[in-house]
């Protein structure tokens, strides 16, 4: 079953002489379960594709299908909402809220949708992570590895659809970046969490079941590693 559809997918930064194709008619699709490594060198339209695929940003042509709903056919509001419950999106520095705890970081777009939070579920992913005796803590008070643990945890509260990850370990040393990568593939494989990461990293490419490469806004090479692992 394909998660994630996209076609025809071009983003067009500014007008006339100032004008950049950061995306130029891009198609492919996602099965669910499959991780998915997005490499490529810089300026060559990962965050732009990756945005699209989350649904927060507008595409200047073309569709995104995630499990079957036609994002930018939604409006704002719905959109909204549709990306709370189920796109997870994990950035390269953390974007936490400062004032709030791990665990009320953990469920703000719950508290944002005014759903009653499952607090079993919580403390699952708490254990899962490994957080539990950092729940009360404030973002300031954790390591670099401990929050990208928490927008990890953010990210996966709601079950989504999609797992999508903007240099998930740029920001960390090689042991917190193994750590963060082992979640994420555990997360894979004991859950079929389809998951699209961003990296820089080769080590962590070749970790994933496939490897798109862009270049000048376009996937110039898609290559299968190995079989996704997928349950049912
Ligand atoms: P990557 O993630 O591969 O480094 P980006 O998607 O960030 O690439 O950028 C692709 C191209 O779009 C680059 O030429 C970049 O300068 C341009 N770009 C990205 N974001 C914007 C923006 N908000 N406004 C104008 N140009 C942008
Ligand atoms: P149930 O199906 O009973 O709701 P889950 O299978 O969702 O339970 O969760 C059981 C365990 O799996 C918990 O430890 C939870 O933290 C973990 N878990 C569930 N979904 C994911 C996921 N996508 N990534 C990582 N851990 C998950």
């Known amino acids: 079953m394909d998660i994630l559809k996209c076609s025809n997918l071009t983003r067009i930064y500014g007008t006339g002489g100032g004008k950049t194709v950061a995306l130029n008619h891009v198609r492919f699709s996602v099965q669910k379960g499959e991780f998915v490594a997005i490499v490529g060198p810089s300026g060559s339209g990962k965050s732009t594709l990756l945005h699209l695929l989350g649904g927060v940003d507008r595409p200047s042509e073309g569709t995104v299908e995630v499990g079957g709903t036609d994002l930018y056919t939604l409006d704002e509001d719905k959109?909204?909402?549709?990306?709370?419950?189920?796109?997870?999106?994990?950035?390269?520095?953390?974007?936490?809220?400062?004032?709030?705890?791990?665990?009320?970081?953990?469920?703000?777009?719950?508290?944002?949708d005014s759903r009653k939070v499952d607090t079993e579920r919580l403390n699952e992913i708490l254990s899962y992570l490994h957080l539990e005796d950092r729940r009360m803590y404030l973002p300031s008070q954790l390591s670099g590895g401990q929050q990208q643990r928490v927008s990890i945890g953010r990210a996966l509260f709601t079950h989504p659809s999609l797992l999508l990850c903007d240099e998930p370990t740029g920001n960390l040393d090689r042991k917190n970046s193994e750590e963060i990568v082992s979640l994420l593939k555990e997360s894979n494989r004991r859950f079929d969490q389809t998951v699209i990461l961003i990296t820089h990293d080769e080590r962590i490419a070749l970790q994933a079941d496939r490897m798109l490469y862009m270049e000048d806004g376009q996937i110039l090479r898609d290559e299968m590693i190995r079989q996704p692992c997928v349950h049912s």
Do not use: D
Request: without cysteine; proline residues 6%; glycine residues 2%.
């Open 79 to 112: 959109l909204a909402i549709f990306r709370r419950r189920h796109i997870g999106l994990v950035y390269q520095f953390y974007n936490l809220i400062p004032v709030l705890t791990a665990e009320e970081n953990i469920v703000l777009p719950f508290l944002l």
